[in-house]
Each structure stands twice: as C-alpha cells, then as structure tokens.
C-alpha cells in the first residue's frame, strides 16, 4: 500500500494573506485536494499566522467532518500551551510536534529527543489522553539512540525532515545518499515499532524515491512543492500528479 497523502495548505494561506481578501480560499482549495484523492490536509499555525490562521481551522476541520469523514486533519507545530490549546479545540486526527523557533520561515531541522525527551513526553501524553495520533519531527540521520528516545516520549510516529533530499533537485549521486540516511534513520523507527512519516521539499520528481527506498512509509505531507505544481496542473491534477508518483 502506498504512502498516504497529506496536502500542507500553508503556501495557499501565504499567498491569499498578501492581501485583505479572501482569496485563494483554504477551505476550497482543500476541497479540490480531498476530491482528487488526497487523504488529508496539514495546516501549520505558527504564532504570527503568517500564514495559516487560528481562524482557518475550525473551517478546515468542518470541510472534513461535513463532506470528507474519511480524510484526516493534521496540525504541525511547536507546543506551546496557546498551540496545544489550539489543537485540542480542533481535534485533529494526528498531531506532529515540530522544534521551530516562532521566527523561522520553514522547518528545518528536527527534535534533539535525548535532551528534550521530558518535555515531548509531557506534550504527547497530554495529546493522546485527547485521543490523538502524534508524530514527532525528526532528523534525517537521527541515531538509534535518539529515535529511541523519540519512542519513550510515547509517540506513535517520527516524522523524517526530508530538506537534504530535496535540495539535490540537480545532484542525482548526492540524493542518493541523502535517500541511503532516511532509509537507515526510517529503518530504525520501524523496527522500534513506531510508524514514519516524511515531508519537506517533496516533489512529483523526488517523491518516487522516498516511497521506494521507504516501502511502509506510512504519509507524506506535500505543501511547497505540491502548490507550485498546481500553478501548472491546477489543484486536482497536482494531487494526481503526486499520488501516481507515490504508487510508482
């Protein structure tokens, strides 16, 4: 079974907040997404909402309720008590905790789980008590060690920043071996029995060989990558573009 297909809305989000209208909308571009086999939605509500805004969400989560029930919701971010607030009034179907600074423009880096081991620990059983699934973001080449921290903190899911691959877009033999690093990283989670995601800098291109080199790679969140395609493909065919590359 191939990887399930989560589309990040937060360049549509950034790109209609450039003006005060209401357009493009979130909740019809998500809509358009669903309908062509998309298998959820990821927002990342970052605390200026720059982007995706705190009053997106009850939207989205209602587009899926109403007309997706099979879809799922995920919400990204870093956990702070205004987050997890926010999260447990939208009632997500997953959740992934990521180690951003408010300030940065995009992830890009994953959780130093040994040192932050108690601290995640306290956010995710706070999440699963709610009945959440939750995925943590994780470095590429995190060891042994640390997804076994990763696993103690009582996640479900490690969620591989998938950055390094995506920048060898012109460098075949330095992709391969940013693929050998997420495969060994993914390997690791999966024996330890925690399910792997990945996401960032995923492209109709690259994408193939992530799902090949990760067979049981259970999601990938496409934002960035999936938007700009769909300047050319539109929407729908942009998700069917990126679902076929998952199945080949």
Same mark, same amino acid.
């Given at each position: 079974?191939?990887? #399930?297909?989560?589309?990040?809305?937060?360049?549509?989000?950034?790109?209609?907040?450039?003006?005060?209208?209401?357009?493009?909308?979130?909740?019809?571009?998500?809509?358009?997404?669903?309908?062509?086999?998309?298998?959820?939605?990821?927002?990342?509500?970052?605390?200026?909402?720059?982007?995706?805004?705190?009053?997106?969400?009850?939207?989205?989560?209602?587009?899926?309720?109403?007309?997706?029930?099979?879809?799922?919701?995920?919400?990204?971010?870093?956990?702070?008590?205004?987050?997890?607030?926010?999260?447990?009034?939208?009632?997500?179907?997953?959740?992934?905790?990521?180690?951003?600074?408010?300030?940065?423009?995009?992830?890009?880096?994953?959780?130093?789980?040994?040192?932050?081991?108690n601290f995640?620990?306290?956010?995710?059983?706070?999440?699963?008590?709610?009945?959440?699934?939750?995925?943590?973001?994780?470095?590429?080449?995190?060891?042994?060690?640390?997804?076994?921290?990763?696993?103690?903190?009582?996640?479900?899911?490690?969620?591989?920043?998938?950055?390094?691959?995506?920048?060898?877009?012109?460098?075949?033999?330095?992709?391969? #071996?940013?693929?050998?690093?997420?495969?060994?990283?993914?390997?690791?989670?999966?024996?330890?029995?925690?399910?792997?995601?990945?996401?960032?800098?995923?492209?109709?291109?690259?994408?193939?060989?992530?799902?090949?080199?990760?067979?049981?790679?259970?999601?990938?969140?496409?934002?960035?990558?999936?938007?700009a395609d769909?300047?050319?493909?539109?929407?729908?065919?942009?998700?069917?573009?990126?679902l076929e590359?998952?199945?080949?």
């Open positions: 079974m191939s990887a #399930k297909l989560s589309v990040n809305l937060n360049a549509v989000a950034f790109l209609r907040n450039r003006r005060d209208l209401p357009w493009p909308s979130l909740v019809n571009l998500g809509r358009i997404a669903l309908e062509a086999g998309a298998h959820g939605l990821t927002v990342h509500p970052r605390p200026d909402e720059r982007h995706t805004r705190f009053t997106d969400l009850p939207d989205l989560r209602a587009l899926i309720d109403d007309e997706f029930p099979e879809a799922e919701f995920n919400i990204e971010g870093y956990p702070t008590e205004e987050f997890l607030e926010l999260v447990e009034a939208n009632e997500p179907e997953q959740v992934t905790l990521v180690p951003d600074d408010p300030g940065q423009p995009t992830s890009d880096h994953g959780w130093d789980f040994t040192g932050q081991e995640l620990r306290d956010c995710v059983q706070r999440l699963k008590a709610k009945g959440f699934r939750v995925s943590l973001f994780c470095d590429p080449d995190a060891s042994e060690t640390e997804i076994g921290r990763a696993l103690a903190t009582g996640a479900d899911r490690v969620e591989l920043y998938t950055g390094p691959y995506g920048s060898c877009h012109d460098d075949s033999d330095q992709a391969n #071996k940013e693929l050998e690093t997420l495969t060994k990283t993914a390997e690791i989670a999966l024996a330890k029995g925690m399910d792997v995601n990945a996401g960032h800098d995923l492209t109709v291109a690259n994408v193939s060989g992530l799902a090949k080199a990760i067979p049981n790679l259970a999601e990938v969140s496409i934002g960035h990558g999936l938007t769909s300047l050319e493909f539109g929407m729908a065919g942009s998700v069917k573009r990126f590359a998952l199945e080949a």
